[in-house]
């Protein structure tokens, strides 16, 4: 094999693992928080397992584990485990944040499947 033949394979070679990884190359950095979603669109328009965010307050406890959430614009049960709430106590006057997703069934309004439960602070 003559040198420019070994030079001309070589350079192709490189530019070709050099594209090939460039491909694969992902950004890394923290991600956006995601917006907050009103219960009224989830009301009007439901999707099985949508992740989503809510602000508002935990009106009343209606069972184990079922809560009645509202935020301004509609109320929908949330359904929290016990260890999903934060260390400190949560009433109807607390403003929290739920993170979870969307549960929707055929014979019954959606649901919120709550992940984390976050007691918000004023100011």
């Known amino acids: ?67 009645v959430f509202s935020d301004g614009t509609g109320e929908i049960i949330a359904e929290i485990d016990d260890d999903e709430f934060p260390d400190v106590p949560v009433n109807e006057a607390t403003p929290v944040e739920l993170r979870g997703e969307v549960d929707t069934g055929r014979n019954r309004a959606p649901e919120i499947d709550v992940e984390s439960v976050r007691a918000l602070t004023a100011g």
């Not at 439901?46 to 602000?55: A, C, G, I, K, M």
Request: no cysteine; net charge negative; proline share 6%.
């Open 1 to 67: 094999m003559s040198t420019l033949t070994r030079f001309v394979t070589g350079a192709a070679l490189a530019v070709a693992t050099s594209l090939s990884l460039s491909v694969h190359a992902q950004y890394s950095g923290p991600a956006g928080e995601p917006p907050v979603t009103q219960v009224q669109s989830i009301l009007q328009a439901p999707q099985d397992d949508q992740d989503v965010v809510l602000r508002g307050h935990l009106l009343r406890k209606l069972d184990d584990e079922k809560y």
